[in-house]
């Protein structure tokens, strides 16, 4: 007989209660999203991304074959070339998801980190935080609490988070000691007894193919084919995939072949997302972010090999959002900035857990426009 010994007060209390529990349920109701998909790509530039092909660097000494790169991307409007460069980027999700960063536009995407090289921008995805101890890409364990080992935590997401990358370095940005996080990167062998032949042939590939980029980074084809097998087989609900040869190309001064990294690994992109549209558990809840880790130069035109603090333009990055939760607004026009420490929030938020709350340390806000009101 409690409800009778309650007041009028305590009973105000009481339906402002089960108000609020019922709008915050709605709100999860409300959210389609159960399975994320991360793609990052090492270093590739804004520029590339929303212009296509730069003339000046096709003009520069880092193109050899001119009249071959020209036939392959040119096109006399940017919004062709990056239609001819990334044609999944800029035909799918530019029209039914967002793309920020075109400062052609005034809308800038960029690091909060000073440093503006790989560890240091994927500390900032995956933790939101853009620690300052995190100066190095050697491999030093990441002491700050990730969003995918947050996420491995939650109820239904135990054991169903997984990172495939190129390069080695994604143990220590992660934490696989302390996160228990699966991490297949370098040239990580998958070693689950009930790996099907695919994965374990992956295994075997992989050994034998030439190692052009050294031992502490595998050829991204591999990666995907890795992820790809493995979400068939295991289906994990959120999946990050580390791309790098972007990154190594621009290094190496081959600006062919950083253009044909790049279309190339929009069409991976493509192949995944159409593949999770057709595995059961998948259609309708699943989103994918694509981003960076850092920028690169631009001008002068050889500071396109390289980034860091050093290195003007070097923080101003992009990212791409496709999903059920996410309006589509494609490339976002307004005079915003965001900043990668916002990704994890977002990620986690898209999923309906509060990262922020429980990660430990700062962490940034959310991208509100993400997600649908
Ligand atoms: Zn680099």
Known sequence: ????????????????????????????????????????????????????ADS??????????????KKKY??????????????????????QGQIYGNRDLGNKDEVANPYRFSYPGYNEIFTGFP????NTNDPITNPNMNVLEFINKQKGYQGKVVAF??????????????????????????????????????????????????????????????????IKQYKPKVVYLGFDETDDMAHEGNYSAYLDRTRQEDGYIKALW???????????????????DHGRGEQPVETWRSHGEDVKGSEQTWFAVLGPDTPPTGEITTATTTYHKQLAQTISLLLGFDFKKSAG?????????????
């Open 1 to 52: 007989m409690v409800a009778v010994c309650l007041n009028i007060n305590s009973m105000k209390k009481l339906f402002l209660l089960m108000l609020g529990a019922l709008s915050l349920n709605c709100v999860q109701a409300q959210r389609k999203t159960q399975n994320i998909i991360i793609v990052t790509l090492d270093g590739l530039r804004w520029q590339e991304v929303f212009r296509g």
């Open 56 to 69: 000046a660097l096709i003009a520069s000494k880092f193109t050899e074959d001119k009249d071959g790169v």
């Open 74 to 95: 040119w096109a006399a409007s940017s919004a062709e070339r990056r239609k001819t460069l990334m044609p999944f980027l800029w035909s799918e999700i530019n029209k």
């Open 131 to 134: 620690d300052k101890r995190m």
């Open 165 to 230: 990358a190129s390069w080695e370095r994604f143990p220590q940005i992660l934490n696989a000691k302390r996160s228990g996080l699966p991490i297949y990167s370098g040239y990580a062998d998958v070693k689950n007894a009930d790996a099907n032949e695919r994965i374990k042939y992956l295994n075997e590939l992989q050994d034998n193919v030439p190692h052009y980029l050294g031992d502490s980074t595998r050829l991204d084809f591999i990666s995907f084919e890795y992820t790809k097998e493995y």
């Open 274 to 292: 159409n593949m999770v549209q057709n595995t059961p558990g998948y259609k309708g809840n699943t989103t994918l972010l694509i981003t960076c």
């Open 361 to 373: 340390h700062e962490v940034g806000d959310a991208i509100e426009t993400v997600i649908k009101k």
